[in-house]
């Protein structure tokens, strides 16, 4: 490891946490439907403008103790901790990729995940907005980037729409009450755009293992007749992201040539 290697990737990680910053805003606005440029940053408690130089991902957060300046109103952990999830994954990334186009890419993909994840945990929606541009996008990104052929991708779409939707149908045909929201199949459509058809069972086995034992711990945690339904959107979300790190591995144990 050189030391312009290292220098690129933190430097890589750092604008990703900036850019986490600006995720935060998007987060936060887009299920509200205002704008993401205008106004410019707030206080959600006292309307106060953030100061440019409160503004600095995760460190004005350790510096001001979590507390806003003006009003002294608490400050989500959560801000800081989207800030250093998407540096983290700018960095991961840059490792895999280098300074490339696949970087702009995969990041960029990565960030739309990271404001689906949190905004399907708070509102149990996955806005429209997102994943449906998201879909000829990651298209588009797959085939003339990511050097996924053109008709896995194509089926990539076609098979993750259809897969949930088919999951959706027969479970509301069985239970008589919608179990999986058309979120979640427009958002498996856009990660089957942007991996190809061969990534959806990665992504379907990871996000119902991992979505079951989050489930299984909540019960437990907080007992059977818990009102909060588990939204599906971040377990994809997770699968999509894991793939990156994990897709090569699992396609050569299921098609070993
Ligand atoms: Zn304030």
């Not at 991961?92 to 404001?115: D, M, P, R």
């Not at 990511?146 to 949930?164: A, N, T």
Request: charged letters at 10%; hydrophobic letters at 55%; one cysteine or more.
């Amino acid at each position: 490891m050189d030391i312009v290697w290292i220098t690129c990737g933190i430097a890589v990680g750092v604008f990703g946490a900036m850019v986490g910053s600006f995720l935060n805003v998007c987060i936060w606005r887009i299920p509200l439907e205002q704008s993401i440029v205008f106004p410019a940053s707030h206080c959600p408690a006292c309307s106060h403008a953030i100061r440019f130089y409160d503004n600095i991902p995760i460190i004005s957060y350790l510096i001001l103790k979590g507390k806003c300046r003006d009003c002294q109103e608490r400050i989500s952990p959560r801000y800081p901790f989207v800030e250093a999830l998407t540096g983290l994954f700018a960095f991961l990334l840059f490792w895999k990729y280098g300074l490339s186009l696949q970087l702009l890419c995969s990041f960029l993909f990565t960030a739309s995940l990271i404001v689906i994840t949190f905004i399907d945990i708070d509102y149990q929606i996955i806005p429209d907005v997102i994943s449906l541009p998201g879909i000829p996008l990651c298209f588009l990104a797959a085939v003339f980037v990511m050097e996924v052929p053109f008709w896995e991708s194509l089926l990539g779409i076609v098979g993750g729409g259809g897969v949930l939707y088919l999951f959706a149908a027969c479970y509301e045909w069985i239970k008589k009450e919608e179990g999986m929201g058309g979120g979640d199949i427009k958002l498996l459509a856009m990660l089957g755009a942007f991996w190809g058809w061969k990534s959806l069972l990665f992504i379907l086995l990871i996000s119902s293992c991992v979505g079951a034992l989050v489930g299984i711990f909540m019960i437990l945690r907080f007992g059977r007749d818990m009102k909060y339904a588990l939204p599906f959107g971040p377990f994809l979300a997770l699968g999509a992201v894991l793939y990156f790190f994990l897709g090569e591995v699992f396609q050569q144990i299921l098609w070993p040539v």
